[in-house]
């Protein structure tokens, strides 16, 4: 406290009262120390911008099978597997984490933090699941789709689409005729234009 408090009258502004809260004499050294100042209410107002800020920014887009393991337990959960059996997880859940974008000292610890930050951000704020691509396949000399029938679950059956065009009107749940990539990559298909499904189809 200052000597100049003193002069600090009950309807003094905050600017006022912070002024000659660290006003010794020198007014450059006072000058010097409000510089940044601002009002209690602008600080506040500063605040709750940078929370909507950061509730506005994307959720990080996961893969399927990591939306499934962060959904299949707790925070505390998900951290004990991550550190206490990390060995014992699917490898593909484990080399997703280990691949994960990162910016800083390459050491162990701190890809570890990063991941487990990682992990505590999706479970705390939310995460995307990413759609896969879905594609029709139209077979180029008959212009035909290929579909399969989902009524078959034990086997795969696949047969030439001849019903309404599937890119112009809905087609029911018995037959299935849009693939990922992953799918079609393990069928053995013959000459087929890929039709990207666009979002909403």
Known sequence: MTSFTKLIKPDSTE??????SVYTGNLWDALEKIKDWHSPEHIEKEVQMKLLKLQQQALPVVPNFIGEWLASNNLAGLLDEWYCHHEDMSSHIREYFERLPYKGPNNLSEMENNIVTFITRAKLD???VEKPQLFYLRDELTGQFLA???QFKDKDRYFFW???DPLTHSIGTAWKLTFTQQEIDSMETGSYELMPVEDGE
Do not use: H, S
């Not at 600017?15 to 000659?20: A, I, P, S, T």
């Open 148 to 150: 399969k029938d989902n």
């Open 15 to 20: 600017l006022e009262r912070y002024f000659l």
């Open 162 to 164: 001849t019903g309404a």
């Open 126 to 128: 939310g995460y995307q």
